[in-house]
């Protein structure tokens, strides 16, 4: 579970200078390479029901690594004048929901998009920086 904690981290942590685009992009794909080995352990933690346990400690860990480190990502954009001055927790989780989510549809249950992964991957960017209205 550390190692999975720790390849979370070294996934979602940043370089200053690397743009918004690419640090999404490394996010995705990042996910999306993790072995199946390293996907266990999370595919593990989100069958498990319940009452609390350790696994569920264990998502919420996830949760926060992922979450802290993009938010943080978002106010140094938002400082430099890269983005809006927006809530950068709600884009985190905006963010984190897509990514996320869709690696878990893939890895977990097998439900892959109709297009393929960069496309899929374009029109994410597409609509995180445009909108989906006309």
Same mark, same amino acid.
């Given at each position: 579970?550390?190692?999975?904690?720790?390849?979370?981290?070294?996934?979602?942590?940043?370089?200053?200078?690397?743009?918004?685009?690419?640090?999404?992009?490394?996010?995705?794909?990042?996910?999306?390479?993790?072995?199946?080995?390293?996907?266990? !352990?999370?595919?593990?933690?989100? @069958? &498990?029901?319940?009452?609390?346990?350790?696994? #569920?400690?264990? *998502?919420?860990? /996830? $949760?926060? !690594?992922?979450?802290?480190?993009? @938010? &943080?990502?978002?106010?140094?954009?938002?400082? #430099?004048?890269? *983005?809006?001055? /927006? $809530?950068?927790?709600?884009?985190?989780?905006?963010?984190?929901?897509?990514?996320?989510?869709?690696?878990?549809?893939?890895?977990?249950?097998?439900?892959?998009?109709?297009?393929?992964?960069?496309?899929?991957?374009?029109?994410?960017?597409?609509?995180?920086?445009?909108?989906?209205?006309?």
């Amino acid at each position: 579970m550390e190692l999975f904690l720790n390849k979370m981290e070294e996934i979602f942590s940043f370089d200053e200078d690397i743009s918004i685009e690419q640090y999404l992009k490394d996010n995705f794909f990042g996910l999306l390479n993790l072995s199946d080995e390293e996907f266990s !352990v999370l595919k593990v933690a989100m @069958e &498990e029901g319940g009452e609390i346990s350790d696994r #569920k400690r264990l *998502i919420s860990q /996830i $949760n926060d !690594v992922i979450l802290d480190n993009i @938010e &943080e990502f978002f106010k140094l954009q938002i400082q #430099k004048g890269e *983005i809006k001055d /927006i $809530n950068p927790r709600a884009l985190s989780i905006m963010c984190f929901g897509v990514t996320f989510q869709s690696i878990v549809l893939w890895k977990v249950y097998n439900k892959t998009p109709s297009v393929e992964t960069e496309q899929y991957f374009q029109e994410y960017l597409n609509i995180i920086f445009n909108g989906i209205k006309e």
